[in-house]
């Protein structure tokens, strides 16, 4: 049973190869970006405005609103991070039910792709926010001998984040998969929904798990 | 469980990518649009506040116009009230005063009319109580009224002042003939107590006796040009002037 699409090779040119994780993370982004760009070329500032841009204000506004309630800060700099890996996690989630597609958040790779990029992103605003110095400061908190424990805490974080999503895609693929060669019949439709109120949830999980991570690193007190 | 290190870097560039391109296509523009929304939802709330507050602005106005208006129709119609009833009564005091003068004309009139007629009818009045006195004595005269005339008439003569005594003396002795003129014809015995009564008094050389009828009763003597006589034309004369005198 071939469960991760890494292992699906298109095509290949030395270690540069194309898999289905890449492929349907492109028709994904495909499918973002090209639906972003015909809604929004389109934009009525005033009313009526049309269903998708309505649809397309409340997810930005949520997101937005999420941020703001975390954060206690300024959503507009932590938008584009949080609320591209909830939209990219929640359509690759959503997209398991189409049949033939493999969502990509079901590879590790991919999840700990953007582990690895809230990992960096976490610094990267942490800095920008309170500076170089403050910033490292933090993880002698509440004094130097934390370090090595702050420092363990804040890998595990990132692999916890990678490992969470990736278990629970995977497993929801696998869970259906096996299902599947035992009771063909109307139960993996079942766990088909359920797979996609947990792909749901675990877009909500990690956008959310992202930017509490970030928010911590930039002390409210600045 | 295996990781592709190279599909993780790739997946982190797609990623990379894809926030590069949903800001530019999603993102900003519906931020951007929601801004310019909520912009113009202010600046159309800031339209209404002004436009709300001019309206209420003007509403005080026209409620203090509007109070104004009152108060100015009352004042104008007090005003009024009091021109007019000053006209009024300025109109009916020229009326009455005018209506007085008219009175007072009409008065005039009545009274300078009612004199008129007070004096036609005295004049009237006395006019026939003359005429009837004229008729009177005219029905009277006879013979021996004449008779008594002449004596009368003879006695006034007699009773004449010196200085005219010696007028009519001369009067007598210078004319040829001296005339005595009567209604009545006179009889001898009138005629010649007349003639004696001349002849005592002056040389007479002729009387002659004529008669005039428009004598009422009465006698005259003519002279030397001039006359003497006794006529109740005269006392009629007299009367009448003293009758009329009044109404001149």
């Keep these: 049973m071939l469960n991760n699409p890494d292992q699906i090779i298109l095509w290949q040119y030395d270690v540069i190869k194309i898999n289905a994780t890449l492929a349907f993370t492109w028709a994904v982004m495909a499918l973002l970006v090209g639906g972003s760009f015909l809604i929004t070329r389109r934009l009525s500032v005033d009313a009526p405005i049309s269903r998708l841009q309505n649809l397309l204000e409340v997810i930005v506004v949520e997101v937005d609103k999420q941020i703001g309630e975390l954060s206690q800060q300024q959503p507009e700099r932590y938008l584009p991070l949080i609320g591209t890996l909830f939209l990219f996690i929640f359509v690759s989630n ?16 991919t999840t700990t792709a953007l582990a690895l990029t809230v990992f960096i992103a976490v610094p990267i605003y942490g800095i920008y926010r309170v500076g170089l110095w403050r910033y490292l400061k933090q993880y002698c908190q509440p004094n130097v001998f934390m370090l090595p424990f702050n420092i363990i805490g804040e890998l595990s974080r990132t692999l916890a984040l990678a490992v ?6 995977m497993s929801g693929t696998v869970v259906a998969g096996i299902l599947l060669s035992i009771t063909p019949l109307f139960f993996p439709i079942a766990m088909q929904v359920l797979g996609l109120l947990t792909g749901t949830i675990q877009a909500y999980i990690f956008s959310i798990l992202a930017m509490v991570y970030i928010a911590s690193a930039t002390p409210k007190s600045e | 469980m295996a990781i592709d290190w190279f599909t993780v870097g790739a997946q982190m560039i797609n990623f990379l990518i894809l926030i590069w391109l949903l800001k530019k296509f999603l993102y900003r523009p519906i931020v951007k649009a929601m801004a310019s929304r909520e912009q113009g939802l202010v600046d159309r709330l800031q339209l209404v506040e002004t436009q709300m507050s001019e309206a209420e602005q003007l509403k005080k106005q026209y409620e203090s116009s509007l109070q104004q208006l009152d108060s100015d129709k009352d004042d104008i119609l ?15 005091q020229s009326l009455n005063d005018e209506l007085q003068q008219e009175k007072k004309r009409f008065d005039q009139e009545m009274h300078r009319q009612q004199q008129q007629l007070g004096n036609v009818i005295n004049r009237v009045v006395a006019e026939k109580a003359l005429q009837l006195g004229g008729r009177i004595l005219s029905g009277l005269a006879d013979q021996s009224l004449e008779q008594q005339i002449v004596e009368h008439f003879l006695q006034n003569l007699a009773k004449l002042p010196d200085d005219e005594q010696s007028v009519l003396q001369k009067a007598i002795s210078q004319d040829d003939a001296v005339t005595v003129i009567s209604r009545f014809p006179l009889n001898e015995t009138q005629r010649s107590k007349i003639r004696d009564w001349l002849d005592q008094s002056a040389a007479v050389s002729e009387v002659v006796f004529e008669r005039d009828k428009r004598l009422i009763c009465g006698i005259t003597l003519e002279a030397g040009g001039r006359s003497w006589e006794w006529n109740i034309d005269r006392y009629l004369a007299e009367l009448e002037v003293e009758l009329l005198k009044p109404l001149e």
Excluded: C
Aim: no cysteine; charged share 15%.
């Design chain 1, 164 to 169: 969470r999503l990736y278990g629970n895609i």
């Design chain 2, 78 to 92: 007090t005003e009024a009230r009091q021109q007019a009833e000053t006209d009024r009564t300025l109109q009916l």
């Design chain 1, 94 to 109: 959503v997209l398991a039910v189409v049949p033939g597609f493999m969502p990509p958040t079901g590879s590790l790779s």
